[in-house]
């Protein structure tokens, strides 16, 4: 067993940096449970009992775009470390994309090169390099440059390829190489890095494991050398009884996205040995695709099981129709998951999402609904039961172009619907009702706030307004103008109507009326100011 010295990784200013994995392959699996999830619960314990004053950052690869291999992303800037903060962003990694081992290392020694403390750089990985580079030889580069680092390297469930150049890395940077294989080893392994930067601890090392060695069988006989060529390995689904046969699901490079085969059914399938993701389409018109998330490893003549329960179930009261589509979208790109039609439960990956619905293609808005935990290896039921219920007095007219909920801070729609006063599905909380009568023949109207309570029908009473009585004959004006006035007699909002004598909702207040016949005629004022009070219609006869 070897000792490294304090002194090599220790210095009266300390800082601490990790690079973490956010490639595609992260969803694969060890110990049973997914690397990803392994991975936030271990860096959530190891941060939550890091020392505030430690000056720390954070740097993710792969987490936001499939072949890609500029996406490497600083989430935790060098500084005094926010553990909150930290915690957070690390919690909305979901893998996606390639593994740029050797430019995240490039740009963390750069970001810790112009710093006045000892830097410990931690890359903490479950796979080699993929984009075409040597990091080992550029991490021996940096080193011998004379800058003021130790990289200690964590492996996550690797093996082979993949560790020996692992190990290479944390040689060339005059650290440690770990091997984990489970929540456990990865914790104990960031533990004592940690330590050795917090509390000055020596790091009891191990020797970088050796790949084993590869025997070919040579015949005696000629001078040919004979090699097994690695045969296929085989897929076998495992699934609970709501899973359909799909329309297909194939299988893509988990980091580059690329198509690698297509099947249907749910039979055992023989494929190449390699790591692979599952797209799932469960019908050709009423589902989208659905990436899985997790990598499977297929090795040669050996049987991989594939776990397919993770799904969504929603859950809706007798009502709620048949929508034009719901799913799920990533919370910051916005960014649409799965979008399926059938209200039925559905295959998803894990992770956390918005649940989105869009009730009919042109009579409504997409809407985002909830927030929604889909948990691994299991149903997760998604209630269906937040409403609005738009309930219009008798003098209404059946007619109108939409009704929305707004933003009371921006005014910008969170809902719009343009199907009558049908009862809505809509997301929780406060809003400013909107009433349009028609596109061009009158303007938006402001009824007031509601206040969607959660898994709740909630109810607007449309029961407030003004309608102008003409004498007989009479023919409809080119608009009506009705003007809310404040407490002292200011004009604060105008909402029009043309070429009618249809009532008007209005919100309850102060009101003036204005009244122009023709198009360039002129303005009367018709009633200087009258109160509308909540739930009566004013009747004004000309």
Request: neutral net charge; hydrophobic residues 35%.
């Amino acid at each position: 067993m070897m000792l490294l010295p304090a002194s090599a990784i220790s210095a009266d200013k300390s800082l601490i940096f990790y690079i973490l994995d956010g490639s595609g392959s992260m969803w694969g699996r060890v110990d049973g449970r997914l690397k990803i999830q392994v991975a936030k619960e271990v860096m959530n314990t190891l941060l939550k009992e890091t020392p505030a004053d430690i000056q720390c950052g954070i740097m993710i690869y792969g987490h936001r775009k499939k072949g890609d291999c500029s996406d490497i992303e600083m989430i935790v800037p060098i500084g005094r470390l926010d553990r909150e903060a930290a915690i957070n962003k690390i919690n909305k990694i979901t893998p996606k994309g390639k593994t740029p081992i050797s430019d995240s290392i490039a740009m963390a020694i750069d970001k810790v090169k112009g710093t006045e403390y000892a830097s410990t750089i931690v890359l903490v990985s479950d796979g080699i390099e993929t984009c075409g580079k040597d990091p080992c030889a550029l991490t021996r580069s940096l080193k011998e440059s004379g800058i003021n680092f130790v990289m200690h390297v964590v492996g996550l469930g690797v093996k082979g390829d993949a560790e020996k150049q692992l190990g290479c890395i944390a040689d060339a940077g005059g650290g440690k190489y770990f091997s984990t294989s489970n929540a456990t080893d990865l914790l104990a392994a960031l533990n004592q890095i940690k330590e050795s930067v917090v509390e000055k601890k020596e790091i009891k090392a191990e020797p970088t494991p050796e790949p084993a060695p590869i025997e070919q069988k040579i015949s005696k006989k000629s001078t040919s050398i004979r090699i097994k060529a690695k045969g296929p390995g085989t897929i076998s689904l495992k699934y609970d009884p709501w899973l359909k046969p799909p329309y297909y699901w194939k299988l893509i490079d988990p980091e580059t996205g690329k198509e690698k085969a297509r099947f249907r059914g749910l039979e055992d399938q023989l494929v190449p040995p390699g790591e692979y993701q599952i797209v799932w389409r469960q019908s050709e018109h009423g589902h989208g695709e659905v990436i899985l998330g997790e990598v499977i490893s297929v090795e040669s003549r050996k049987t991989t099981d594939v776990i397919l329960k993770t799904g969504i179930r929603p859950v809706k009261p007798t009502w709620v129709k048949q929508p034009r589509f719901w799913g799920l979208q990533d919370p910051a790109s916005k960014k649409v998951f799965a979008h399926f039609k059938p209200l039925e439960t559905q295959i998803v990956p894990s992770g956390e999402y918005d649940l989105i619905w869009r009730q009919s293609e042109h009579g409504a808005s997409t809407l985002t609904l909830a927030e929604v935990t889909i948990e691994p290896d299991k149903v997760t039921e998604a209630p269906l039961t937040t409403a609005l219920n738009p309930v219009p007095a008798e003098w209404l007219p059946k007619r109108v172009r939409f009704w929305e909920l707004q933003d009371r801070e921006t005014g910008k729609p969170v809902a719009g619907f343009r199907m009558g006063f049908d009862p809505q599905l809509v997301p929780p909380g406060t809003y400013r009702f909107i009433y349009r009568k028609d596109e061009h023949g009158s303007s938006n109207s402001y009824l007031g706030d509601v206040t969607i309570q959660e898994g709740k029908m909630n109810e607007f009473p449309i029961n407030t307004g003004v309608k102008l009585i003409p004498q007989s004959g009479m023919k409809p004006p080119y608009r009506i103008k009705f003007i809310e006035l404040n407490g002292k007699g200011e004009e604060i909002r105008t909402v029009f109507l043309r070429g009618s004598f249809d009532p008007m909702p209005l919100k309850p207040g102060i009101y003036k009326i204005t009244y122009q016949q023709k198009d360039h005629g002129s303005t009367l004022t018709i009633v200087d100011s009258f109160e509308l009070p909540a739930g009566a219609l004013v009747e004004v006869e000309l």
